[in-house]
């Protein structure tokens, strides 16, 4: 059975500040997608990111950079100078390859940016 | 460019009557889900369509929910005998197909149902 954990509920930073989001997964499939998602204060969930169980390239969009390790089933999100409309809550999920693919998330982590 | 529409936005209703949603999909895309969420938890999946066809359905979904998607284009969700712990905003979000690999979720404003 797919798992995500996002043990952060809320993180508080002050703007500028970089900011961290843990995410650790557990899956039996080799292939895998994982995801990250932002639901800001007005409600509506938004993509962020999709990567796959092979590619462990990190990747940087803009001040937003992602980790995925294998070895430690991670798949972390970096905020670089956070600022005030960052503030959202961020969900990590997992969609298994074979089966139906349906994606599972996380309980999310409530981020603050604080002006 | 129309996204994920969901009706109604907000629905009251007392104990043991039965409320229907609809979702009206991105065009394109063949696949449709629906989520459960309530304050403070990540979207619980409730279950899956590849056009017409419900490819999952989670253990959540007792048999008082039921849904369909008859043509493949817009699906509905149906709680019959409403109890107050099914009281949750309820998401969709369709996704094209990407060769096989699930692709980005688009969601919908969500449906927000309180049971008195």
């Known amino acids: 059975a797919q798992k995500v954990t996002q043990a952060q509920t809320e993180i508080s930073v002050v703007e500028k500040e970089d900011v961290t989001l843990d995410c650790v997964y557990e899956t039996r499939d080799t292939t895998y997608y994982l995801f990250w998602y932002k639901q800001p204060p007005s409600g509506e969930l938004v993509f962020l990111i999709r990567r796959n169980s092979f590619d462990e390239q990190n990747e940087i969009s803009g001040r937003y950079s992602w980790n995925f390790q294998k070895s430690t089933s991670s798949f972390n999100f970096t905020i670089t100078a956070s600022q005030v409309v960052d503030s959202a809550v961020y969900f990590c999920a997992l969609s298994e390859s074979g089966g139906y693919q349906k994606v599972t998330f996380g309980t999310g982590t409530k981020l603050q940016v604080i002006p | 460019d129309t996204g994920v529409s969901q009706n109604p936005r907000h629905k009251i209703t007392k104990r043991g009557q039965n409320v229907t949603f609809r979702c009206d999909p991105i065009?394109?895309?063949?696949?449709l889900y629906w989520y459960r969420q309530t304050l403070g938890q990540g979207p619980e999946f409730l279950t899956y369509f590849q056009n017409e066809a419900q490819l999952e359905k989670s253990r959540l979904l007792s048999d008082r929910f039921s849904a369909e998607r008859p043509k493949g284009s817009f699906s509905t969700l149906e709680i019959q005998r409403t109890e107050q712990g099914d009281s949750a905003m309820y998401l969709c979000?369709?996704?094209?197909?990407?060769?096989?690999?699930?692709?980005?979720?688009?969601f919908g404003e969500g449906s927000r149902l309180t049971v008195l």
């Open positions: 979000a369709s996704s094209p197909t990407l060769a096989g690999a699930p692709g980005e979720l688009f």
């Open positions: 065009s394109e895309h063949n696949r």
